[in-house]
């Protein structure tokens, strides 16, 4: 089969994804191997592919398909979130848009459109991912929403609850008016914003006196239940057991004394609205205040608001502060900056709200979760964010789990009477019948008498699990597949779900299997472009992924997005990258195609300079491989991909098939040509990870393979003993090699022409690659001098001296002017690097760093003025 000429990546992609897919080499199944094994972080089921999750599957799929050349048993579980607040916003917006509101719909209705939208857009992702070349087990796909997921997430729900882990309560909450559901406290951005802090003037009741507040907050005034002032603070001593009046609603409040206020901080007298802050309730509670919620759920004002009733909280906040000018009670008006919450999800501002929830307690079950980190049962790569993980469980608040939502896993509590008491927690309705009976002695009590919690549970709550759930390890805790494939091996995720996910997944697999759910947390950074701005839509930065395929390749993307993206940093993103990523795999392409076009002759021997370089190619590459696999042990993914392009593009491209090739017309021997096909599958193998297409296509090209020798099931290359002295040698040689390249390119001197090279020996420089320098360089004789050779052209190496006789095509005269100004040039740099190092301040204040390369500079210097004087020496 001829080879094209032009590398056609989406062909190549397409035959080998489904050849790969045909075979079923993604599939895993329990046997005697050892397993390797990842769970995919799940994307949103209605979500698309982004560059974020370009990075993250990326480095998941290198790191399988690694392991699969391993020998393991791979095993990389696909799969979907429910994503509760993200899916069921996008179904409200789509009936929007029939002109059907969520609140004309049962529960039972809305659903059914919930799950239509979610069959027609969801899993598009997950196809995505099969351009990138993703070789997931498609067959194990999950969605934390599957009847068995859903099965385990309610079991989990009702243990923890009779264990005493998870409580309903009256609690300040976090709520987002746009989804209008509550929000755990990790779901909450702060974000700093400029405001406007207003001092406002309370009539003390049945006196012409005032009091004032600060308020970030004019409209809560409407909930303000009493004025507390520091028992200790002397300026309002007169103020101790009187009552202020509430201005626009004109209510009669306490003027109450605790502590709690600090003196210094705004005028030392603080309004108390126990329903809209936390540490309001917290006063009203102590005190006994009255609790008044003047928002409805969308943040719009309810009655309590007057006549400022149904507008939305920004807008009444407006009119309120111009009616509060007009009736003069507003002292002053200052900027101010506040640290404001918002929704992760919807970006709305967040409302401190008071509600009946379900908490999940967090004290105790994340204590094992922190001792599995610390004690480096589970490895986070980077470390920096053991601290960052330590600070967070250490001083972690129980959780809010409910939603009020439709979409997700109900919450499996079920109510019999219309006290805060009257409820069962079961798996199922007809456990609930059972337990209710029993709770109210009542034998007469139905299903019908039963009504569920409409709330859902938080979506990461069921996906905390998932390293469990998608081998059934809840329902079925002592299954073979979750005791062969948990603990899994590896996680890749983004720091930002540290605690969302990562965390939660501890915690579970410390309660239900009593061990890590997996060894080690590969946190990648979030991706940027080029001024370091988070990619996003607003923003329009972000491009397409699949069209960057389509442009560079799937090979050519991946090694783009790998170039610069160590651990734990940020990827500052160029489409460049990806261009060349694209030239890496055009150049892999191209050096096949070379290879691929020798002659060969079985009659021919083995050149004495193509035995060297496969002795020395073999060498460098076991030294490669070595730090290739240093690299992957310390999850320095970029490092290895870098190793591994140097070693592919400079040594393999660059040095090692010049040296073998044979000469224009000649053939090469077969026993050579074998060898360079072997150094070539073993470069296959290693890159096989980064650009899978590529190499999988070249490899079935080399030779007519079985389904069971394909390269994504070869065996990756065993790590053997290399010689560090051959492979200093050639470096040595290669210097010499590219000294007379420079002669040649400076003088003209065609490569056809060849030319004589004798060396003054200083280095003590060995012989081994004398016929690789002579093949490369075009050198007719090669002679070790003790003396210089006068008129001839000369360079260094180290110590040592090489010189070329002058042809008849140099002009002399011409060579001695550019050589002076050459040296002209070298002495002022020399100067100037020299005039840094003698000045002491320099020297003792700059890094050590900068100042070695200063004296690196001087030590070049001084030998390229010693070559250019010999060389003119030798001229005149």
């Known amino acids: 089969m001829a080879l094209e000429a032009k590398y056609n990546a989406q062909n190549v992609e397409d035959k080998w994804y489904s050849y790969w897919m045909e075979h079923n ?113 498609w067959e194990r796909t999950k969605f934390t929403m599957d009847d068995d997921m859903s099965e385990s997430v309610i079991k989990v729900f009702v243990d923890l609850y009779k264990k005493g882990n998870i409580y309903r309560g009256y ?50 005034i409407l909930g303000d239940t009493a004025i507390c002032i520091n028992p200790n603070d002397e300026r309002f001593t007169h103020l101790k057991g009187k009552k202020a009046i509430v201005p626009i609603c004109n209510r009669v409040i306490p003027i109450i004394e605790d502590e709690y206020v600090t003196m210094e901080f705004g005028t030392g007298c603080l309004k108390v609205t126990p329903a809209h802050d936390e540490n309001d309730k917290v006063l009203g509670d102590k005190h006994g205040l009255e609790v008044i919620d003047i928002l409805n759920d969308d943040a719009s004002l309810n009655s309590f608001g007057l006549h400022y009733e149904g507008k939305d909280r920004f807008v009444a906040r407006k009119e309120i502060v111009k009616e509060l000018e007009g009736m ?100 199922t309705l007809e456990e609930a019948v059972v337990e209710a009976r029993t709770r109210t002695g009542n034998d007469t009590l139905s299903a019908s008498d039963l009504r569920q919690d409409p709330d859902v549970l938080d979506t990461w709550f069921s996906s905390g699990l998932w390293p469990i759930t998608v081998f059934n390890g809840i329902l079925e805790p002592d299954n073979k597949e979750i005791n062969y494939y948990y603990p899994t091996n590896d996680l890749v995720t983004a720091p930002e779900i540290l605690f969302f996910w990562v965390a939660r997944m501890i915690i579970y697999g410390c309660e239900y299997r009593k061990e890590k759910p997996f060894t080690n947390v590969y946190l990648t950074g979030i991706v940027r472009d080029k001024q370091r701005r988070k990619m996003s839509k607003s923003l329009g930065n972000s491009p397409d992924p699949i069209e960057l395929m389509k442009k560079y390749g799937a090979d050519g993307v991946r090694v783009g997005m790998l170039l610069s993206s160590p651990a734990g940093n940020d990827l500052m993103f160029d489409e460049d990258l990806c261009k060349q990523g694209s030239a890496f795999v055009n150049k892999i392409w191209n050096a096949y195609r070379l290879i691929d076009g020798w002659e060969i002759s079985e009659e021919k021997e083995e050149t004495e300079t193509a035995a060297i370089a496969i002795k020395w190619y073999q060498n460098k590459f076991q030294k490669t491989l070595a730090e290739i696999e240093d690299h992957y042990s310390k999850y320095r993914i970029s490092d290895a991909l870098m190793a591994t392009y140097k070693l592919v593009w400079d040594d393999f491209c660059s040095w090692f098939l010049e040296m073998v090739k044979p000469g224009y017309g000649e053939p090469i021997s077969a026993e050579t040509y074998k060898k360079v096909i072997s150094v070539l599958e073993n470069n296959l193998k290693i890159l096989h ?150 000045n002491e301040r320099f020297v003792t204040g700059a890094p050590e760093k900068v100042v070695m390369m200063e004296k690196q500079k001087e030590a070049d210097a001084l030998a390229k003025i010693e070559t250019i004087k010999a060389s003119l020496a030798s001229l005149q």
């Open 328 to 427: 003069g009670v507003v002292a002053k008006i200052e900027q101010h900056t506040n640290k404001v919450g918002t929704s992760e999800r919807t970006g709305a501002v967040i409302e401190p709200k008071l509600s009946d929830q379900w908490f999940l307690k967090m004290k105790e079950l994340a204590q094992p979760a922190l001792d599995a980190v610390l004690d480096k049962d589970i490895n986070l790569v980077p470390e920096k964010f053991i601290n960052t993980y330590r600070h967070w469980m250490e001083n972690v608040r129980d959780w809010n789990i409910s939603r009020q939502l439709w979409w997700g896993q109900q919450i499996p509590a079920y109510y019999f009477g219309d006290g805060k008491e009257d409820f069962v927690v079961a798996e």
């Open 689 to 838: 990870p980064f650009v899978p297409f590529v190499s999988e296509e070249i490899w079935q090209h080399i030779a007519e393979r079985t389904p069971q020798e394909a390269l994504i099931i070869a065996d990756w290359p065993e790590t053997q003993p290399f010689d560090p002295e051959l492979i200093k040698e050639f470096e040595f040689a290669s210097e010499v090699v590219s000294g007379i390249r420079t002669i040649r390119k400076e003088k003209n001197i065609s490569f056809k022409e060849a030319i004589s090279l004798s060396v003054i020996n200083n280095t003590g420089a060995l012989n081994t690659f004398d016929v690789v320098i002579s093949k490369l360089g075009n050198i007719s004789d090669l002679n070790y001098i003790s003396e210089k050779i006068d008129g001839a052209l000369t360079f260094r190496v180290k110590s040592n001296e090489y010189f070329v006789p002058i042809s008849g095509n140099i002009n002399v005269e011409e060579e001695i002017v550019k050589l002076t100004e050459e040296l002209k040039y070298t002495e002022g740099f020399l100067k100037s690097v020299q005039g840094k190092l003698k």
């Open 25 to 137: 080499y993604f599939h895993s199944e329990v046997d005697d191997r050892e397993p390797y094994t990842i769970v995919i972080p799940p994307p949103n089921v209605t979500g698309v592919l982004h560059m974020g999750h370009m990075l993250n599957n990326t480095l998941q799929d290198v790191l399988i398909r690694r392991a699969r050349l391993k020998g393991y048993n791979a095993c990389w579980v696909p799969g979907t979130d429910h994503a509760s607040i993200a899916t069921e916003a996008k179904v409200v917006a789509k009936l929007k848009e029939e002109g059907i509101q969520k609140t004309d719909l049962s529960r039972e209705a809305f659903l059914e459109h919930a799950w239509e939208w979610t069959h027609k857009h969801g899993g598009i992702i997950l196809e995505q991912l099969k351009k990138l070349g993703a070789s997931c087990d």
């Open 171 to 220: 609690r300040m909450v976090n709520w987002d008016p746009q989804a209008k559901t509550t929000l755990s406290d990790e779901e909450v951005n702060y974000e700093e914003k400029q405001g406007n802090l207003y001092y406002l003037k309370y009539k003390i009741e049945g006196s012409n006196d005032h009091v004032t507040i600060a308020t970030t907050r004019p409209e809560t």
